[in-house]
């Protein structure tokens, strides 16, 4: 895998107009703050509305109401019409939308597969709350950035989708059942986007995947005290949120999943590609490159 290092700078954020899901707490109240320090603006929601009005505060405590660095709104990341209102307020707000980060995302809830279910008890549906914030949520996100990135877009100008999976979207994770799932569903969303939502000629829209490893944040307390005492490495949210701002800066950059552990991050895309033959078959590698070139980008499908 190659490493990658991101390239965060003022030049490439200053005046840029991101919109973020899940930015009151954890990675995606770092990545708020990374970018409003760095001169973008900001337009964030989430559930924890607390939360998110105190960081909105304190970064917009030097700007305009008119035009604050950063926007707060109570955003249902598993609500369409929530999404919406989001994308709406900042395009009313700013004019523009440049980025888009979906880092909404709960765990686990309860255990679908518990032991002690009966033929009784399994009758009783289980909660899908985590598929409709983790994955649910997500799709919401992405459909309408793609219509919002495109509103008064200057030619040229560089539009991205970012989508934060897990390193649960590839690894397997026991214990994890609906949010390993929402996760590779993510993965598999950034996968089915990457050769369609970049064409020029649909809407010219980068899209990448984010899959943080271990992660110091409230998700993680049953865990976290076994892992330090394996000595093994944690991500801080701001580790997390540096690849995310690397990966909105990056002009070009599309189609990638950044593995991020311990504060380093590797692409790994590239190298699924490249050693398919190997773990695949050479036959089967050909054959199925084929069927690839029949699909295409995939507008068919879309009719």
């Given amino acids: 895998m190659a490493q990658f290092i991101p390239n965060i700078t003022t030049e490439s954020l200053q005046d840029k107009v991101v919109v973020v899901t899940g930015g009151a707490n954890g990675i ?3 990545l708020v703050e990374l970018c409003c320090q760095h001169g973008a603006y900001v ?6 509305t607390a939360s998110g009005e105190q960081l909105a ?3 917009s405590a030097k700007t305009p109401e008119s035009k604050p660095r950063a926007y707060f709104l109570t955003v249902d990341a598993s609500n369409y019409q929530s999404n919406v209102e989001l994308f709406r307020t900042a395009l009313k707000t700013y ?13 686990e809830i309860g255990n679908w597969f518990d032991p002690a279910l009966t033929v009784e008890t399994v009758e ?10 983790n994955l649910i949520g997500c799709l919401y996100f992405a459909r309408i950035a793609s219509v919002y990135l495109r509103q008064n877009r200057e030619p040229g100008a560089d539009r991205s989708l970012t989508l934060i999976s897990s390193i649960a979207g590839f690894k397997e994770s026991p214990g994890l059942f609906v949010y390993q799932s ?25 899209v990448n995947a984010i899959c943080p490893w271990m992660t110091d944040t409230a998700i993680v307390r049953g865990i976290e005290k076994a892992w330090k005492a394996a000595n093994l490495p944690v991500n801080t949210p701001l580790h997390v949120a540096r690849v995310v701002g690397g990966v909105v800066c990056q002009k070009g950059l599309n189609g990638k999943s950044m593995y991020v552990e311990g504060g380093r991050a590797w692409e790994i895309e590239d190298n699924i590609d490249r050693l398919e033959p190997q773990w695949l078959g050479e036959e089967a590698s050909r054959t199925l490159q084929k069927g690839q ?3 295409g980008s995939g507008m068919d499908w879309a009719q």
């Avoid at 004019?95 to 765990?107: F, L, T, Y």
């Avoid at 009783?124 to 914030?133: H, M, Q, R, T, Y």
């Fill in 57 to 59: 505060r304190k970064l």
């Fill in 43 to 48: 337009c964030f929601g989430d559930v924890d």
């Fill in 182 to 206: 929402s996760k590779h569903g993510v993965l598999g969303l950034m996968r089915a986007l990457r050769r369609y939502i970049a064409l020029p000629t649909t809407h010219d829209i980068r």
């Fill in 28 to 30: 995606g109240a770092s």
């Fill in 124 to 133: 009783e549906a289980p909660p899908i709350k985590v598929l409709e914030v």
């Fill in 293 to 295: 070139e029949v699909l």
């Fill in 95 to 107: 004019s523009k939308i440049d980025h888009a980060v979906a880092a909404a995302g709960i765990v």
